[in-house]
């Protein structure tokens, strides 16, 4: 029971707190509403928890005999967060458009971007050791980690896209837009700060 609440705790903290998913959901839910966010929310919920399982039943071995293969993953999601970054501070406001736009990421996009996110790979490589123990069957291990990421995920991120939804309603389309897209891009580029420690 301690392993599964701690497990849990671990999750929450790792998937409510501010990083490239759930920014990019807030951003997008502040674009085009909670709704058209969903996909990207599911690909996120899913995404992460297979990306967990591959490199814990070995897929995340070349990673280990080549790490400059870790480093390029990181440098090419640091370029894509960069650009993405980009758009969302230039974004207009959504009563200046004549078409909604689609959100950054759909299902698939969100799905693969797990492989590129560094927070994402930083939980990985934090989540497998604390939470597998060596000698036993990895497996039903690593499944129950994916299954609590999975679980947990989708209402955190259902929290950061109603804040950007409400965020929407109150900024209106002028000055107070603009500085939402560029806060939000600039917490987006910050979350890139662990990489360069």
């Known amino acids: 029971m301690e392993y599964l ?3 849990v705790a671990f999750a929450f903290a790792t998937s409510a707190t501010p990083g490239p998913n759930v920014l990019m959901v807030a951003a997008s839910a502040a674009q085009v509403g909670m709704r058209r966010v969903v996909p990207h929310m599911l690909g996120i919920t899913l995404g992460f928890p297979a990306m967990f399982l591959a490199v814990a039943l070995g897929l995340g071995m070349p990673f280990e005999s080549y790490p400059w293969l870790h480093r390029a993953m990181q440098v090419v999601g640091a370029a ?3 650009w993405l970054a980009w758009k969302i501070a230039t974004a207009a406001p959504p009563a200046g458009r004549q078409e909604r736009p689609a959100p950054p990421l759909g299902f698939v996009g ?3 971007f797990q492989w590129v996110n560094p927070k994402a790979w930083m939980i990985v490589l934090a989540a497998l050791p604390a939470f ?3 000698g036993e069957s990895l497996l039903p291990q690593a499944l129950t980690v994916a299954l609590v990421f999975a ?6 991120l259902v929290f950061w896209a109603w804040l950007g939804s409400a965020a929407r309603r109150v900024l209106g389309d002028g000055a107070r837009w603009r500085a939402f897209n560029w806060s939000m891009a600039v ?5 890139l700060l662990p990489l360069f420690r």
């Open 5 to 7: 609440l701690t497990l």
């Open 80 to 82: 894509w967060l960069v």
């Open 110 to 112: 969100a799905a693969a």
């Open 132 to 134: 597998t123990t060596p």
């Open 151 to 156: 679980l947990v995920s989708m209402p955190c």
């Open 187 to 191: 917490l987006l580029l910050l979350s």
